[in-house]
């Protein structure tokens, strides 16, 4: 995928991610529209790891990644923890075992770049940087290479030699890389990338407005058309409005068409309490107008709820990575965590009986918010030495 606003005589910039699941792509875009932004002369193109790989690999890294996240999260929980190993700079043997399977299935990426490769690499997913260290240290290739890591648990599969610079979400991310050998000048915490558009101001009025919704009433998101489910969400979304009778409830069904036809059936839907919303790439204006947000503790979704200071519900947390960043936001004060339809609900009711509480969670989501979008553009800008 190509800027279209690049000049023929721009530097090449690839950020290099995988389609499993929504976030890490999310993430590479978002950097791409700032750059494109700040400067339209740098090539960027988005490279999808899966779309370079055999398809019985894809199968089970991309198919086995959602397989095990909705129907064995257990299990996926227990490799997470088993895998997150070692804890120093030296690989174990079942690293290298794993490593050298993945160079084999991605051959074609490492064709791809010592035929055309580009003047820098950004990785927002955990694949490709040991494919390109391993090409760098037998001197096939000088291409330079950062990690943006999009996760506020940093796991060992995001170890990789040969990086020039990480870009970590949080503090507890840099220790982890101080064990595995990482020098501090290589590391800079800023957050997780998004979309440069939730930072720009919204006319909350306006947004009301347009898009039809109760002005006298709390507005609760609730993210239920991911790829990965979160639970019964029509359910949740009705009891929810019956405990409430001052809320109206905006569900995020994305394309899931049996969601949205079930949830336009229901009578709360009819008098406007509940509000249906299929795909959207407007989600910045509803959360500029909502009070409070249930999803999933994705690293991009989060990010984007504290760049508008909007106090989350996370719900049923698979053992992982969204169990870390659950329970990292718990910590923060900017989050609840709730599993079970009636948990989810009293969490979400709770919080709506208590403002006070609210406030100060919508400020702890204020204060933890960095500005990692612009912080990681400057840095390739940087790095790429051109002129903007």
Known sequence: MSNPNSSAEGPRVWFVSAAVGGGHNSAARALMEQLAREAPHVRCELIDMMSLVPGAFRAYYAGGFALAMTRFPWAYGLGFRLTNRPHRPRRSFGERLRLAWERWNTRRFARELLRDGPALIVHTHFLAPPIVARLAADERTHVPQAVVVTDNDVHRWWYSEGVEHWFLPNDDARATLDRWGVAAERVTVCGIP?????????????VLADWRLPADRKIVLLSGGTEFTCGPVVKIARRIVAARADVCVVVLAGRNKKLLARLAA???????????????????????????????????????????????????????????????????????????????????????????????????????????????????????????
């Open 194 to 206: 998004i979309h440069p558009k939730w930072i720009a101001p919204v006319d909350r009025a306006k």
């Open 266 to 388: 229901t009578a709360e839907a009819r008098d406007g309490r509940i509000v249906p919303q299929g795909f959207t790439d407007r989600l910045n204006e509803l959360a500029e107008v909502a009070s409070l947000m249930l999803t999933k503790p994705g690293g991009v979704t989060t990010s984007e709820c504290l760049s508008k200071g909007l106090p989350m519900v996370l719900m049923n947390p698979v053992p992982g990575q969204e169990g870390a960043n659950a329970e990292y936001f718990r910590r923060a004060g900017t989050a609840v965590v709730a599993k079970g339809v009636g948990g989810i609900v009293r969490a979400a009711t709770t919080l709506l009986d208590d403002p006070e509480a609210m406030a100060r969670m919508s400020d702890c989501a204020r204060r933890l918010y960095r500005p990692a979008t612009q912080t990681v553009a400057e840095w390739i800008l940087n790095r790429l030495d051109f002129p903007r």
